[in-house]
Protein backbone atom coordinates (compact mmCIF):
# COMPACT_ATOMS: atom_id res chain seq x y z
CA UNK A 1 0.00 0.00 0.00
CA UNK A 2 1.56 3.40 -0.57
CA UNK A 3 1.41 6.37 1.47
CA UNK A 4 -0.60 8.22 -0.69
CA UNK A 5 -3.30 5.25 -0.60
CA UNK A 6 -3.03 5.22 2.96
CA UNK A 7 -4.05 8.52 3.21
CA UNK A 8 -7.47 8.57 1.39
CA UNK A 9 -8.68 7.13 4.26
CA UNK A 10 -6.80 8.84 7.29
CA UNK A 11 -7.98 12.09 7.49
CA UNK A 12 -4.95 14.31 7.03
CA UNK A 13 -5.35 16.15 10.58
CA UNK A 14 -5.44 12.79 12.28
CA UNK A 15 -2.13 11.69 10.63
CA UNK A 16 -0.19 14.26 11.13
CA UNK A 17 -0.54 14.95 14.49
CA UNK A 18 0.00 10.96 14.72
CA UNK A 19 3.59 11.66 12.83
CA UNK A 20 4.69 14.87 15.05
CA UNK A 21 3.37 13.57 18.16
CA UNK A 22 4.92 10.55 17.77
CA UNK A 23 8.29 11.29 17.39
CA UNK A 24 8.34 13.76 19.72
CA UNK A 25 7.21 11.75 22.53
CA UNK A 26 8.14 8.45 22.01
CA UNK A 27 11.36 6.65 22.48
CA UNK A 28 13.55 4.69 20.00
CA UNK A 29 11.06 2.31 18.84
CA UNK A 30 8.26 4.81 17.08
CA UNK A 31 11.33 6.80 16.22
CA UNK A 32 12.82 4.19 13.88
CA UNK A 33 9.61 2.85 12.80
CA UNK A 34 8.40 6.52 11.71
CA UNK A 35 11.62 7.87 10.80
CA UNK A 36 11.09 7.05 6.78
CA UNK A 37 7.79 8.55 7.00
CA UNK A 38 8.46 11.78 8.49
CA UNK A 39 10.82 11.91 5.30
CA UNK A 40 8.30 11.65 3.06
CA UNK A 41 5.78 14.22 4.78
CA UNK A 42 8.53 16.67 4.27
CA UNK A 43 8.13 16.48 0.04
CA UNK A 44 5.11 18.77 -0.54
CA UNK A 45 1.61 16.51 -0.16
CA UNK A 46 -1.01 17.39 -2.40
CA UNK A 47 -3.55 15.88 0.16
CA UNK A 48 -1.89 18.24 2.63
CA UNK A 49 -1.29 21.18 0.45
CA UNK A 50 -4.99 21.18 -1.68
CA UNK A 51 -8.24 21.34 -0.75
CA UNK A 52 -10.25 18.11 -1.30
CA UNK A 53 -12.85 17.91 -3.19
CA UNK A 54 -14.66 16.22 -0.48
CA UNK A 55 -14.43 19.65 1.77
CA UNK A 56 -15.57 21.81 -0.84
CA UNK A 57 -19.15 20.08 -1.84
CA UNK A 58 -21.92 19.43 0.19
CA UNK A 59 -22.54 15.67 1.40
CA UNK A 60 -25.42 13.53 1.22
CA UNK A 61 -28.35 14.61 3.72
CA UNK A 62 -29.56 12.45 6.32
CA UNK A 63 -32.10 10.90 4.24
CA UNK A 64 -29.72 9.10 1.46
CA UNK A 65 -29.42 5.75 3.77
CA UNK A 66 -32.37 5.13 6.49
CA UNK A 67 -30.87 2.07 7.54
CA UNK A 68 -26.71 2.80 7.25
CA UNK A 69 -24.10 1.02 5.31
CA UNK A 70 -20.42 1.11 5.65
CA UNK A 71 -18.30 3.07 3.64
CA UNK A 72 -17.51 2.34 0.25
CA UNK A 73 -13.97 2.08 1.30
CA UNK A 74 -15.14 -0.95 3.07
CA UNK A 75 -16.70 -2.79 0.38
CA UNK A 76 -14.06 -5.99 0.67
CA UNK A 77 -14.96 -6.65 4.52
CA UNK A 78 -17.53 -9.07 3.72
CA UNK A 79 -18.37 -12.82 4.94
CA UNK A 80 -17.02 -14.72 1.91
CA UNK A 81 -17.61 -18.74 0.88
CA UNK A 82 -15.03 -21.77 -0.09
CA UNK A 83 -16.30 -22.79 -3.35
CA UNK A 84 -14.72 -26.18 -3.52
CA UNK A 85 -16.51 -26.76 0.81
CA UNK A 86 -20.06 -26.29 -0.67
CA UNK A 87 -21.63 -27.11 -3.77
CA UNK A 88 -24.54 -25.00 -3.64
CA UNK A 89 -26.11 -21.76 -1.74
CA UNK A 90 -28.55 -23.50 0.23
CA UNK A 91 -26.82 -26.28 2.35
CA UNK A 92 -23.73 -23.92 2.79
CA UNK A 93 -21.38 -21.94 4.95
CA UNK A 94 -19.83 -18.23 4.53
CA UNK A 95 -17.06 -17.53 6.92
CA UNK A 96 -16.93 -14.07 8.78
CA UNK A 97 -14.14 -11.80 7.83
CA UNK A 98 -12.50 -11.92 11.49
CA UNK A 99 -8.90 -10.34 10.17
CA UNK A 100 -10.74 -7.08 8.73
CA UNK A 101 -12.54 -7.03 12.43
CA UNK A 102 -11.78 -5.59 15.63
CA UNK A 103 -12.66 -5.86 19.26
CA UNK A 104 -14.79 -8.67 20.23
CA UNK A 105 -18.19 -7.73 18.65
CA UNK A 106 -19.36 -9.29 15.28
CA UNK A 107 -21.60 -6.49 13.28
CA UNK A 108 -24.92 -8.20 12.52
CA UNK A 109 -24.01 -7.75 8.62
CA UNK A 110 -20.43 -10.09 8.90
CA UNK A 111 -22.01 -12.77 10.86
CA UNK A 112 -20.97 -16.18 9.38
CA UNK A 113 -24.08 -18.31 8.06
CA UNK A 114 -24.59 -21.90 8.01
CA UNK A 115 -27.75 -23.32 7.13
CA UNK A 116 -28.71 -26.73 5.61
CA UNK A 117 -31.99 -26.22 3.97
CA UNK A 118 -31.66 -22.13 3.34
CA UNK A 119 -32.86 -19.49 4.77
CA UNK A 120 -36.64 -19.50 5.89
CA UNK A 121 -38.13 -16.22 5.30
CA UNK A 122 -41.10 -16.02 8.41
CA UNK A 123 -43.34 -13.30 9.39
CA UNK A 124 -43.54 -13.35 13.12
CA UNK A 125 -46.56 -12.81 13.26
CA UNK A 126 -46.93 -16.54 11.39
CA UNK A 127 -44.97 -17.69 13.71
CA UNK A 128 -45.27 -20.35 16.74
CA UNK A 129 -43.07 -21.80 19.32
CA UNK A 130 -44.23 -24.98 20.96
CA UNK A 131 -43.12 -26.62 24.35
CA UNK A 132 -44.47 -30.36 24.31
CA UNK A 133 -43.37 -33.95 25.18
CA UNK A 134 -42.85 -34.19 29.15
CA UNK A 135 -44.68 -31.16 30.52
CA UNK A 136 -47.70 -30.74 32.72
CA UNK A 137 -49.44 -28.39 29.97
CA UNK A 138 -48.22 -28.21 26.54
CA UNK A 139 -48.08 -24.77 25.41
CA UNK A 140 -48.05 -22.47 21.97
CA UNK A 141 -46.24 -19.35 22.24
CA UNK A 142 -47.04 -16.28 20.01
CA UNK A 143 -44.14 -13.47 19.14
CA UNK A 144 -46.86 -11.60 21.22
CA UNK A 145 -46.51 -14.30 24.19
CA UNK A 146 -43.06 -14.33 24.55
CA UNK A 147 -42.48 -10.96 24.59
CA UNK A 148 -44.16 -10.59 28.02
CA UNK A 149 -41.47 -13.05 29.91
CA UNK A 150 -38.68 -11.08 31.62
CA UNK A 151 -35.50 -10.90 28.87
CA UNK A 152 -31.61 -10.71 29.89
CA UNK A 153 -29.06 -9.51 27.42
CA UNK A 154 -25.23 -11.41 27.32
CA UNK A 155 -22.82 -11.49 25.06
CA UNK A 156 -21.66 -15.17 23.66
CA UNK A 157 -19.50 -16.58 21.04
CA UNK A 158 -21.31 -19.46 18.82
CA UNK A 159 -18.59 -21.56 16.86
CA UNK A 160 -19.53 -24.23 15.11
CA UNK A 161 -18.08 -27.41 15.53
CA UNK A 162 -16.25 -27.67 12.04
CA UNK A 163 -14.58 -24.29 12.44
CA UNK A 164 -11.40 -25.38 11.60
CA UNK A 165 -12.06 -28.67 10.69
CA UNK A 166 -10.25 -28.56 7.37
CA UNK A 167 -6.94 -28.15 8.83
CA UNK A 168 -7.21 -31.21 10.82
CA UNK A 169 -4.58 -32.98 8.80
CA UNK A 170 -2.36 -30.24 7.50
CA UNK A 171 -2.75 -26.53 6.73
CA UNK A 172 -4.78 -26.19 3.90
CA UNK A 173 -7.08 -22.66 3.46
CA UNK A 174 -4.80 -19.57 3.57
CA UNK A 175 -6.38 -17.03 5.93
CA UNK A 176 -7.87 -16.90 9.28
CA UNK A 177 -11.55 -15.82 7.68
CA UNK A 178 -11.23 -19.62 6.41
CA UNK A 179 -9.53 -21.16 8.91
CA UNK A 180 -11.33 -19.56 12.19
CA UNK A 181 -14.11 -17.76 10.43
CA UNK A 182 -16.89 -20.16 11.35
CA UNK A 183 -17.51 -18.18 14.91
CA UNK A 184 -19.13 -15.02 15.55
CA UNK A 185 -19.77 -13.12 18.71
CA UNK A 186 -22.98 -10.84 19.72
CA UNK A 187 -25.43 -9.53 22.44
CA UNK A 188 -28.21 -11.20 22.50
CA UNK A 189 -31.29 -10.30 24.14
CA UNK A 190 -33.40 -13.48 25.10
CA UNK A 191 -35.55 -15.11 27.41
CA UNK A 192 -34.16 -17.13 29.80
CA UNK A 193 -35.26 -20.91 28.20
CA UNK A 194 -36.27 -21.92 31.98
CA UNK A 195 -38.87 -19.25 32.35
CA UNK A 196 -40.52 -21.04 28.86
CA UNK A 197 -40.01 -24.43 30.46
CA UNK A 198 -41.26 -23.55 33.59
CA UNK A 199 -44.56 -21.99 32.29
CA UNK A 200 -45.17 -25.43 31.03
CA UNK A 201 -44.01 -27.30 34.24
CA UNK A 202 -41.67 -30.02 33.85
CA UNK A 203 -42.72 -33.82 34.61
CA UNK A 204 -40.35 -35.49 36.95
CA UNK A 205 -38.67 -37.65 34.86
CA UNK A 206 -37.86 -34.61 32.32
CA UNK A 207 -34.10 -34.88 31.27
CA UNK A 208 -33.26 -34.09 27.77
CA UNK A 209 -34.49 -31.47 24.77
CA UNK A 210 -34.97 -31.49 21.18
CA UNK A 211 -35.22 -27.75 19.93
CA UNK A 212 -36.54 -28.13 16.25
CA UNK A 213 -36.59 -25.14 13.57
CA UNK A 214 -39.20 -24.10 11.25
CA UNK A 215 -36.88 -24.09 7.95
CA UNK A 216 -37.10 -26.41 5.09
CA UNK A 217 -34.13 -28.63 6.85
CA UNK A 218 -36.44 -29.04 10.39
CA UNK A 219 -32.97 -29.28 11.94
CA UNK A 220 -33.22 -31.08 16.00
CA UNK A 221 -30.74 -31.43 18.11
CA UNK A 222 -30.32 -33.43 21.16
CA UNK A 223 -29.66 -31.03 24.33
CA UNK A 224 -29.35 -31.86 27.61
CA UNK A 225 -32.27 -30.22 30.33
CA UNK A 226 -29.29 -28.96 33.04
CA UNK A 227 -27.71 -27.10 29.95
CA UNK A 228 -31.73 -25.44 29.14
CA UNK A 229 -31.93 -25.12 32.95
CA UNK A 230 -28.50 -23.27 33.23
CA UNK A 231 -27.75 -20.76 30.86
CA UNK A 232 -29.53 -21.38 27.46
CA UNK A 233 -31.90 -18.65 25.79
CA UNK A 234 -34.56 -17.69 23.36
CA UNK A 235 -33.14 -15.00 21.70
CA UNK A 236 -34.84 -12.45 19.28
CA UNK A 237 -32.49 -9.26 19.03
CA UNK A 238 -28.91 -9.81 18.42
CA UNK A 239 -27.01 -6.33 19.14
CA UNK A 240 -29.77 -4.72 19.61
CA UNK A 241 -31.96 -5.32 16.91
CA UNK A 242 -34.09 -8.03 15.51
CA UNK A 243 -31.72 -11.31 14.47
CA UNK A 244 -31.49 -11.13 10.91
CA UNK A 245 -33.21 -13.96 8.46
CA UNK A 246 -29.50 -15.65 8.06
CA UNK A 247 -29.31 -15.84 11.92
CA UNK A 248 -32.73 -17.54 12.88
CA UNK A 249 -35.13 -14.64 12.69
CA UNK A 250 -37.43 -14.21 14.64
CA UNK A 251 -36.01 -16.73 17.48
CA UNK A 252 -33.31 -19.00 17.56
CA UNK A 253 -31.88 -20.97 20.61
CA UNK A 254 -29.21 -19.64 22.45
CA UNK A 255 -26.54 -22.59 24.04
CA UNK A 256 -23.32 -20.64 25.59
CA UNK A 257 -20.61 -21.91 24.91
CA UNK A 258 -21.68 -25.27 23.15
CA UNK A 259 -21.18 -25.89 19.10
CA UNK A 260 -23.19 -23.67 17.24
CA UNK A 261 -25.13 -27.10 15.35
CA UNK A 262 -27.20 -26.94 18.97
CA UNK A 263 -28.54 -22.97 18.62
CA UNK A 264 -31.65 -24.01 16.58
CA UNK A 265 -32.47 -21.31 14.13
CA UNK A 266 -36.32 -20.52 13.35
CA UNK A 267 -37.26 -21.95 16.61
CA UNK A 268 -40.83 -23.84 15.80
CA UNK A 269 -40.60 -26.49 18.72
CA UNK A 270 -39.12 -28.19 22.18
CA UNK A 271 -39.95 -31.50 22.66
CA UNK A 272 -38.97 -32.64 26.51
CA UNK A 273 -38.09 -36.63 26.81
CA UNK A 274 -36.22 -38.40 29.46
CA UNK A 275 -33.63 -39.34 26.87
CA UNK A 276 -31.51 -38.26 24.38
CA UNK A 277 -32.66 -38.65 20.63
CA UNK A 278 -30.46 -40.34 18.13
CA UNK A 279 -30.84 -38.29 15.12
CA UNK A 280 -28.57 -37.42 12.53
CA UNK A 281 -26.63 -34.79 14.33
CA UNK A 282 -25.99 -37.30 17.15
CA UNK A 283 -24.93 -39.75 15.15
CA UNK A 284 -23.10 -39.53 11.43
CA UNK A 285 -22.38 -35.96 12.18
CA UNK A 286 -20.94 -34.14 15.15
CA UNK A 287 -18.98 -37.43 16.23
CA UNK A 288 -14.99 -38.13 15.97
CA UNK A 289 -13.63 -41.33 14.61
CA UNK A 290 -10.92 -42.21 16.87
CA UNK A 291 -8.12 -44.53 16.13
CA UNK A 292 -9.33 -47.64 18.30
CA UNK A 293 -12.91 -47.30 15.35
CA UNK A 294 -14.97 -45.77 18.63
CA UNK A 295 -16.41 -42.34 18.12
CA UNK A 296 -16.65 -39.53 20.59
CA UNK A 297 -20.44 -38.13 21.07
CA UNK A 298 -22.01 -35.94 23.10
CA UNK A 299 -18.67 -33.40 22.53
CA UNK A 300 -20.88 -30.38 23.34
CA UNK A 301 -18.47 -27.44 24.77
CA UNK A 302 -16.08 -25.87 22.58
CA UNK A 303 -12.46 -25.59 23.95
CA UNK A 304 -10.32 -23.00 24.58
CA UNK A 305 -8.76 -21.13 21.87
CA UNK A 306 -7.44 -18.65 19.97
CA UNK A 307 -6.08 -16.81 16.78
CA UNK A 308 -3.78 -14.13 15.35
CA UNK A 309 -6.24 -12.25 12.91
CA UNK A 310 -3.17 -10.13 11.80
CA UNK A 311 -0.58 -10.39 10.51
CA UNK A 312 -2.48 -13.22 8.92
CA UNK A 313 -2.57 -14.53 5.35
CA UNK A 314 -4.98 -11.97 4.38
CA UNK A 315 -3.28 -9.29 6.45
CA UNK A 316 0.05 -9.37 5.33
CA UNK A 317 2.96 -6.76 6.70
CA UNK A 318 3.05 -4.03 4.35
CA UNK A 319 5.34 -1.15 6.30
CA UNK A 320 8.25 -2.59 6.54
CA UNK A 321 10.41 -3.33 9.73
CA UNK A 322 9.61 -1.80 12.83
CA UNK A 323 6.82 -0.87 15.54
CA UNK A 324 4.33 -3.83 13.99
CA UNK A 325 1.10 -4.40 16.20
CA UNK A 326 -0.34 -7.59 16.18
CA UNK A 327 -3.35 -8.76 17.34
CA UNK A 328 -5.89 -11.71 17.53
CA UNK A 329 -8.99 -13.61 19.10
CA UNK A 330 -9.33 -15.72 21.97
CA UNK A 331 -12.17 -17.61 23.74
CA UNK A 332 -13.59 -21.02 25.49
CA UNK A 333 -17.43 -22.31 26.22
CA UNK A 334 -16.10 -23.00 29.69
CA UNK A 335 -15.47 -19.48 30.87
CA UNK A 336 -13.55 -16.58 30.69
CA UNK A 337 -9.73 -16.08 29.15
CA UNK A 338 -7.31 -15.60 31.42
CA UNK A 339 -4.15 -15.32 29.59
CA UNK A 340 -3.00 -15.72 26.27
CA UNK A 341 0.51 -16.17 24.82
CA UNK A 342 2.18 -14.93 22.02
CA UNK A 343 5.41 -16.95 20.39
CA UNK A 344 7.11 -14.80 17.46
CA UNK A 345 9.37 -17.79 16.85
CA UNK A 346 6.98 -20.68 16.48
CA UNK A 347 6.53 -21.84 19.94
CA UNK A 348 10.12 -21.58 21.07
CA UNK A 349 9.54 -18.22 23.26
CA UNK A 350 6.25 -16.69 24.60
CA UNK A 351 5.42 -13.58 25.82
CA UNK A 352 2.30 -12.71 27.69
CA UNK A 353 -0.62 -10.43 25.14
CA UNK A 354 -2.45 -7.91 26.20
CA UNK A 355 -5.94 -8.76 26.40
CA UNK A 356 -8.31 -5.63 25.70
CA UNK A 357 -11.85 -4.95 26.35
CA UNK A 358 -14.76 -6.84 28.30
CA UNK A 359 -13.54 -10.16 29.42
CA UNK A 360 -16.75 -11.78 29.43
CA UNK A 361 -17.93 -15.43 29.82
CA UNK A 362 -17.93 -17.59 26.69
CA UNK A 363 -17.19 -14.49 24.70
CA UNK A 364 -14.57 -13.60 22.21
CA UNK A 365 -11.58 -11.33 23.65
CA UNK A 366 -9.48 -9.49 22.14
CA UNK A 367 -5.83 -9.61 22.21
CA UNK A 368 -2.88 -7.22 21.17
CA UNK A 369 0.70 -7.44 21.46
CA UNK A 370 2.89 -4.64 20.18
CA UNK A 371 6.68 -5.28 19.11
CA UNK A 372 9.22 -4.31 16.80
CA UNK A 373 9.55 -6.21 14.14
CA UNK A 374 13.45 -7.06 12.76
CA UNK A 375 12.65 -7.84 9.30
CA UNK A 376 13.10 -11.26 10.03
CA UNK A 377 11.24 -14.17 9.04
CA UNK A 378 8.60 -15.14 12.18
CA UNK A 379 6.74 -17.92 12.70
CA UNK A 380 3.33 -16.65 14.56
CA UNK A 381 1.73 -18.26 16.81
CA UNK A 382 -1.08 -18.06 19.97
CA UNK A 383 -2.17 -20.08 22.75
CA UNK A 384 -4.56 -19.40 25.33
CA UNK A 385 -5.62 -20.41 28.69
CA UNK A 386 -8.61 -19.93 30.22
CA UNK A 387 -10.13 -19.08 33.54
CA UNK A 388 -10.06 -23.34 34.83
CA UNK A 389 -6.79 -23.55 33.69
CA UNK A 390 -7.56 -25.30 30.41
CA UNK A 391 -4.20 -24.66 27.71
CA UNK A 392 -4.94 -24.25 24.09
CA UNK A 393 -2.96 -27.52 22.67
CA UNK A 394 -0.96 -28.05 19.72
CA UNK A 395 -1.89 -29.75 16.93
CA UNK A 396 0.40 -32.90 17.45
CA UNK A 397 -1.00 -33.20 20.66
CA UNK A 398 -4.52 -33.23 19.30
CA UNK A 399 -3.75 -36.18 16.60
CA UNK A 400 -1.96 -38.02 19.58
CA UNK A 401 -5.13 -38.28 20.95
CA UNK A 402 -7.75 -38.36 18.64
CA UNK A 403 -6.15 -39.64 15.36
CA UNK A 404 -6.56 -38.29 12.16
CA UNK A 405 -10.11 -38.89 11.27
CA UNK A 406 -11.56 -35.95 12.94
CA UNK A 407 -13.15 -32.59 11.80
CA UNK A 408 -14.83 -31.51 14.89
CA UNK A 409 -13.46 -29.62 17.47
CA UNK A 410 -10.10 -28.33 16.29
CA UNK A 411 -8.49 -26.33 18.94
CA UNK A 412 -5.10 -26.63 17.91
CA UNK A 413 -2.88 -23.89 18.00
CA UNK A 414 -2.20 -21.76 14.32
CA UNK A 415 0.92 -21.04 13.17
CA UNK A 416 1.43 -17.99 10.28
CA UNK A 417 4.58 -17.79 8.67
CA UNK A 418 5.88 -13.89 7.97
CA UNK A 419 8.12 -13.84 4.99
CA UNK A 420 11.11 -11.08 5.42
CA UNK A 421 8.90 -9.34 2.87
CA UNK A 422 5.86 -9.23 4.92
CA UNK A 423 3.69 -11.71 2.80
CA UNK A 424 2.27 -14.46 5.64
CA UNK A 425 1.01 -18.09 5.37
CA UNK A 426 -0.66 -20.35 6.43
CA UNK A 427 1.72 -23.77 7.85
CA UNK A 428 2.22 -25.92 10.72
CA UNK A 429 5.28 -26.87 12.60
CA UNK A 430 6.13 -30.54 13.10
N1 LIG B 1 -32.92 -24.52 12.00
C1 LIG B 1 -31.59 -24.56 11.81
N2 LIG B 1 -30.79 -24.23 12.83
C2 LIG B 1 -29.43 -24.28 12.70
C3 LIG B 1 -28.85 -24.69 11.47
C4 LIG B 1 -29.73 -25.00 10.40
O1 LIG B 1 -29.31 -25.35 9.29
N3 LIG B 1 -31.09 -24.94 10.60
N4 LIG B 1 -27.46 -24.79 11.40
C5 LIG B 1 -26.74 -24.96 12.66
C6 LIG B 1 -25.29 -24.89 12.57
S1 LIG B 1 -24.47 -26.28 12.05
C7 LIG B 1 -24.60 -23.79 13.03
S2 LIG B 1 -22.90 -23.77 13.07
C8 LIG B 1 -25.30 -22.57 13.47
C9 LIG B 1 -24.86 -21.38 12.62
O2 LIG B 1 -25.45 -20.20 13.07
P1 LIG B 1 -25.33 -18.87 12.19
O3 LIG B 1 -25.86 -19.16 10.82
O4 LIG B 1 -26.05 -17.83 12.95
O5 LIG B 1 -23.86 -18.56 12.10
O6 LIG B 1 -26.72 -22.69 13.40
C10 LIG B 1 -27.22 -23.97 13.71
N5 LIG B 1 -28.65 -23.91 13.75
MO1 LIG C 1 -22.20 -25.98 12.42
Keep these: MSDQSQNKTHPNKSRRSFLSGGVAVAGGVAATALGARAAVAAAPDPLITEIQEWNQVLGDGVDAAPYGVPSEFE ?7 VPWLTADPISSINFTPIHQLDGIITPNGLCFERHHGGVAQIDPADHRLMINGLVDNPL ?37 QFTHGMVHNVMYTGIPLKLLLQEAGLKSNAA ?45 LVVPGWEGNM ?19 ETSKYTDLLANGKARRFTWAMDVKSVITSPSPQMPIT ?27 GGRNWQTARIDGPSLSKSLHRFYHEFNWDGSEMYLQSRAIDEFGNVQPTKNELRAARGDNSIYHNNGIQTWQVRTDGETENVEIS
Design 75 to 81: ADVVRRD
Design 140 to 176: VFTMQDLMRFPRENHVYFLECAANSGMEWRGSQLNGC
Design 319 to 345: HGRGHTVLTGLAWSGHGRIKRVDVSLD
Design 263 to 281: WIKWLRRIEVGDQPWHHRE
Design 208 to 252: WLLPEGADASGMTRSVPLDKALDDCLVAFKMNGEALRPEQGYPIR
